[in-house]
């Protein structure tokens, strides 16, 4: 059944693609209203994108075609989704502020979530306080998250968007195999205040152990034989956390029902705690339980999360736009399009169904973008004139937290607003010309119009909020991961594995004992044993 409707979006798609986004403005006075969510102090606006009410009827038949709401309703229910895992995904019931219970295999994870939630927050209000403190009883003041990927981006992007609320001690985050990342840190730090979270779900990730291998060497030349006393770990392999010499009471753990992406609600985010404290890491809970109750209970047509996965599906499916830009103009959330990779493409970028068979359509779609203003000075030449569509995806606040400087937010936001209505509006040849002309250029200079004109008609969304507060902030994380749950619900694949991570892993595991040899390497391909060969010879091993 899906088929068809798959079928009939493309046929609509072709009536309807030549119509200018400002002729559909002309049309429909209304269009705005129309083509917009609002959700308290938050705004979804996706009028300037060639939906219109049939695209939007036919997506929303879509969406119950491939049985998106009770899709939804079993995630939140804590039922296995995530399939070739065999697990729930219940990263909801970490911001569940309702306290209502959610079961997994019949057990209620509530108690278990709030008391790790209270542990946290005794730890975290400790660390602020000095009341836990370094060996020596002095407070700590810098504190080092050790983890990647779901373990690293998730407080890494939280951090500095809070930064107006950070009044904890200063934060750092290490996360690449690359030593010079924990070298230069280190350098800075002094390891009678410092103290080390060493983030890994499951304690293995080579990045994260060799990082934290490292950060024990420099503390136990820094003060000795009480070293671990500066380690709190976050993970669920305990065994693994005492091996490495942490004491049980600092160390936080989570049910394997949290996904590494989803897991900044939880003992993940222990790091954002600290900097912020629990109250404010509550109102970003909070948040994400706002999105989460508007995702479970709005109709699908006024459902945010719901209608920017469609938009996302008609974009990528039906419009064929293979990449989407994430642009904040909001200077905190610089993380927010890595942030956003890891949640989308290792969610989405899937080519199997969780019934095994192969997509025939694509899925997920590249992510990537950069913070307003800078993204103008570099890659909007491309989103403008480039012979490629990329739907972008503006996100702005209303009202700033620089309160002494007015003229920068009326700055940033006019920009916001340009942006999207120059992609919509363009410029043809003949308005071209006739700028060059009130410019006062010469006649033989007007065939420089043909590059000055914008093709126009290209879609964006804009999420406006009031302010980047920590419940904001929930709220824009959490939609869009539910964004992404509808796109992968549509698709039909498991958006809460990641086995595409797992071979270059295990060929890394195989290759590194051949790093600096000159042979063993026979039965690798010609590149890598060219490599192999080069690097050898540059390192002169
Ligand atoms: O938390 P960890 O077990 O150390 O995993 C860290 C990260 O590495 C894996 O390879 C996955 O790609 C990520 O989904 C995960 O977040």
Redesign the pocket.
Known sequence: MDEDIWSRLAEYYERIKDTPLVERFARDPERFQNFSITLDDMLLDFSKTSLDETACSLLLELACATDLENKRDAMFNGEPVNRTENRAALHTALRNRSNEPVFVENKDVMPEVNATLASMAAFAEGVRSGITSAHDGAAFTDVVNI?????DLGPAMATPALAPYHDGPRLHFVSNADGAEISDLLKQLDPGRTLFII???????IE?MTNAATAKKWMTAGIGEKATEHFAAVSTALDKTTEFGIAPDMVFSFGDWV???YSVWGPIGLSLMIAIGQERFAEFLQGGHDMDQHFRSAPLHKNIPVMLGLVGIWHNNICGYESRAVLPYDQRLARLPAYLQ?LDM?SNGKSVTLTGDVITRKSGPVVWGEAGTNGQHAFYQLIHQGSQIIPCEFLVAAQSHEENLPQHHRLLLANCLAQSEALMRGRNRDEATERLRAQGAAQEDLDLAIHQVFPGNRPSTTLIYRKLTPRTLGRIIALYEHRVFVEGAIWGVNSFD?WG?ELG?ELAATLLPLIGKNAGYEDKDGSTQGLLQTISQLRGD
């Open positions: 983890g990647i990927g779901g373990s983030s890994s779900k499951s304690f293995t990730t994260t996904g590494g992406r890891q290792e990641q991570v892993k």
